[in-house]
């Protein structure tokens, strides 16, 4: 089920967010304008259930979401799909 992100930001439910992105290069620059913005990311091969083609990478975020997607969006680098790492393991889309 697709919820928007703010209902998931409640309660300890979330622990991690993912930024997908289409290739490790395009991951690395994203995360370089994050860390200059002081938020951190760490690049990771995305999980095989939400790659398509099975050779995505991701952002992987503690916390800020909504910020790290307006920043990237603002300089113009291209991210995907938005994830949200629920304590059961399982992943959820979110919207912002």
């Given at each position: 089920m697709v919820q928007?992100?703010?209902?998931?930001?409640?309660?300890?439910r979330v622990k991690q967010y993912l930024i997908m992105c289409r290739s490790v290069t395009s991951a690395q620059r994203c995360s370089k304008v994050l860390e200059r913005a002081m938020i951190r990311s760490?690049?990771?091969?995305?999980?095989?259930?939400?790659s398509v083609n099975g050779c995505a990478y991701a952002l992987r975020l503690p916390s800020k979401l909504e910020e790290a997607v307006s920043l990237l969006r603002r300089t113009g680098l291209q991210i995907g799909r938005?994830?949200?790492?629920?304590s059961d393991g399982g992943?959820?889309?979110?919207?912002?």
């Amino acid at each position: 089920m697709v919820q928007p992100c703010s209902a998931l930001l409640r309660g300890d439910r979330v622990k991690q967010y993912l930024i997908m992105c289409r290739s490790v290069t395009s991951a690395q620059r994203c995360s370089k304008v994050l860390e200059r913005a002081m938020i951190r990311s760490t690049v990771i091969k995305a999980p095989r259930e939400l790659s398509v083609n099975g050779c995505a990478y991701a952002l992987r975020l503690p916390s800020k979401l909504e910020e790290a997607v307006s920043l990237l969006r603002r300089t113009g680098l291209q991210i995907g799909r938005l994830f949200v790492l629920e304590s059961d393991g399982g992943y959820e889309e979110v919207f912002i």
